[in-house]
């Protein structure tokens, strides 16, 4: 079948995927270090050579812009969940009513 040793290969090849899918991905990483070049006026930064202040007013506007995206995503899954349930009680009316109509027809033609 697969000769002595295959079995051992696939295992550690199932390892290795399950350690991959383990490690955090990099888009965290990324996004912040876009962050902090927005937050900077996009010039990159020397945190060695940086003085306080500018790590502080960094600091503060990163968070503003955290604060921001985090009420973007409460308006954005607030207004999915109005529309979903807006679009469920209308299917649910249609419905209602389609039936009703299909039951009158029906009855008539009895």
Same mark, same amino acid.
């Given at each position: ?8 290969? +696939?295992?550690? #090849?199932?390892?290795? !995927? ?26 990159? +930064? ?9 790590? %502080?007013? #960094?600091?503060? !506007?990163?968070?503003?812009?955290? !604060? ?21 009680? +209308?299917?649910?009316?249609? +419905? ?10 029906? %009855? %008539?033609?009895?």
């Amino acid at each position: 079948m697969g000769g002595p040793g295959a079995g051992h290969m +696939l295992d550690m #090849i199932n390892r290795m !995927k399950a350690n991959r899918s383990k490690r955090p991905s990099n888009y965290r990483y990324r996004h912040s270090k876009e962050l902090v070049l927005k937050a900077n006026g996009g010039k990159k +930064l020397s945190f060695r050579n940086c003085s306080p202040e500018t790590l %502080q007013s #960094i600091r503060e !506007k990163f968070e503003l812009e955290k !604060k921001k995206e985090f009420k973007t995503t409460i308006i954005r899954i607030t207004l999915s969940l109005a529309i979903t349930i807006v679009s469920f009680s +209308l299917v649910a009316y249609i +419905l209602k009513h389609y039936f009703l109509l299909v039951k009158n027809v029906l %009855q %008539q033609r009895l």
